[in-house]
C-alpha cells in the first residue's frame, strides 16, 4: 500500500502565523506530584510559602497550586469548598465534586461560577493525589469565560490536556509505551514538531524531497510529514482536501476539517474514512503552521483501525500524545 501518495498527491497543484510553544515543568519541585506545560507568554510565580501561581498574558485565566499536608479525597475537598469558594461573589455550583483519573494523575474537582469584583467568573477547584499525607490543592480561575479571547481559551485547553502526573507506572499502557519511544524532530533544519518514535516502527526520509515516513512494525500504521512553501490557513487546508483524498476509495468525512492547537503545535486537521487496495482505513490529514511561507503537510494512516492489535494502538497513542511543537519562546494570580 503507497500510503506516502495520499499525502504527496495535489501538491503540485498548489503553488504552494507562528506556532505557539509550552514550557514543559512539574510541581512541586522537590518530589513533584504533578506535571504541565505553561503555554507561551503565561507567567509562573513561587510564592514563599511554595504556592506556584500561573497567569494568561491577558490576566484572564489564572491558576493556583499549593502543597497540603491531606490524603486527597472526595470528602476533603467537599470539606474544602466552603472555605475556597469565598473567592467569588453569589458562587452557585455548576459541576458537584467528583473523581477524576487521566495520565497517571488521579484527584477530585468541582465548578463554580459566581463574580469577581464585579466580573463574571469560573472557578475550577482540584485536589490532586499524592502520598498518603500529601496532595496539591488547586483552583482554576477563568475570568468572563464567555467572552474569553481564543488564543486564550484555545492556550488553556492545552494546559488541561498537559497535566499529567509527575510519577506515572506502567499502570498507564500509553505511558509505558512512551517510554520505549526514541525522541525525533521534523525537519532537521528548523524543527517545526517533535515527537517519539515508539519501539519496533522505522523512519525512513525521502533524500529528493526530504519528506518523511514513519511506520509500525506491523506495517498497519503509517505516518507521513512534508515541508511546503506555504503559510498554513483552513481555506488553504480545505482546498488541498479534496486533492489529498484521492488516495483513498469512497472516501467519506469522519471529522470535518477544524484548527487545532496543543503543546506548541497549531494548525489543522481532518479525518477520512474510505478503502485503499480494498482495506479499510482511517487517514488524519494535517496541515502544520510553521510561519509566513513554510508548513508541514502530513497524514496518519490505520489500516483496519478497528481490528488493530493492542501493541499497535497504545504505541499510536503514545505516538499521538508524544507531537509537540518544536520552537519554545520564553497579573498577578490569584492565590488559594
Excluded: C
Excluded at 215 to 238: D, Q, W
Aim: aromatic fraction near 6%; charge should be negative.
Amino acid at each position: 500500500m503507497n500510503k506516502k501518495l495520499l499525502l504527496l498527491t495535489g501538491l503540485m497543484a498548489f503553488p504552494i502565523l507562528p506556532l505557539t510553544a509550552a514550557a514543559a515543568t512539574s510541581f512541586p519541585g522537590k518530589d513533584p506530584i504533578i506535571s504541565y506545560e505553561i503555554p507561551a507568554k503565561w507567567t509562573s510565580e513561587l510564592a514563599k510559602d511554595g504556592s506556584l501561581s500561573i497567569s494568561s498574558k491577558s490576566g484572564r485565566v489564572a491558576v493556583t497550586f499549593g502543597e497540603a499536608p491531606v490524603a486527597a479525597s472526595l470528602e476533603a475537598l467537599e470539606k474544602s469548598l466552603p472555605e475556597m469558594v469565598k473567592i467569588l461573589q453569589d458562587p452557585v455550583e455548576t459541576e458537584k465534586p467528583k473523581e477524576h483519573t487521566e495520565g497517571g494523575l488521579t484527584g477530585y474537582t468541582a465548578t463554580y461560577v459566581g463574580k469577581i469584583d464585579g466580573k463574571p467568573a469560573m472557578v475550577i477547584y482540584v485536589l490532586f493525589e499524592g502520598e498518603k499525607k500529601r496532595a496539591i490543592l488547586g483552583n482554576m480561575i477563568l475570568i468572563d469565560p464567555e467572552t474569553m479571547p481564543k488564543n486564550d481559551d484555545e492556550a488553556f485547553k492545552a494546559f488541561m490536556h498537559s497535566l499529567n502526573g509527575a510519577a506515572q507506572t506502567d499502570d498507564d499502557p500509553v505511558k509505558a509505551a512512551a517510554e520505549k519511544s526514541s525522541a525525533s524532530s521534523y525537519p532537521k533544519k528548523r524543527p517545526v514538531l517533535n515527537y517519539e518514535v515508539p519501539e519496533g516502527w522505522t523512519t525512513e526520509v525521502d533524500e529528493e524531497d526530504d519528506s518523511i515516513s514513519i511506520n509500525s512494525e506491523s506495517e498497519r500504521i503509517s505516518v507521513n510529514f512534508t515541508e511546503v512553501p506555504t503559510m498554513a490557513t483552513m481555506e488553504l487546508f480545505k482546498e488541498m482536501l479534496p486533492e489529498m483524498v484521492t488516495g483513498l476509495t469512497n472516501p467519506k468525512a469522519a471529522k470535518e476539517a477544524v484548527e487545532h492547537t496543543e503543546a506548541g503545535l497549531a494548525g489543522f486537521t481532518a479525518t477520512y474514512a474510505g478503502t485503499v487496495e480494498g482495506t479499510a482505513v482511517s487517514a488524519i490529514f494535517v496541515l502544520f503552521k510553521a510561519g509566513k511561507d513554510r508548513a508541514i503537510l502530513g497524514n496518519m494512516i490505520l489500516e483496519d483501525p478497528a481490528t488493530l492489535s493492542k501493541e499497535d494502538s497504545e504505541a499510536f497513542g503514545a505516538f499521538m500524545k508524544s507531537m509537540k511543537g518544536a520552537i519554545t519562546k520564553s497579573r498577578s494570580p490569584r492565590r488559594l
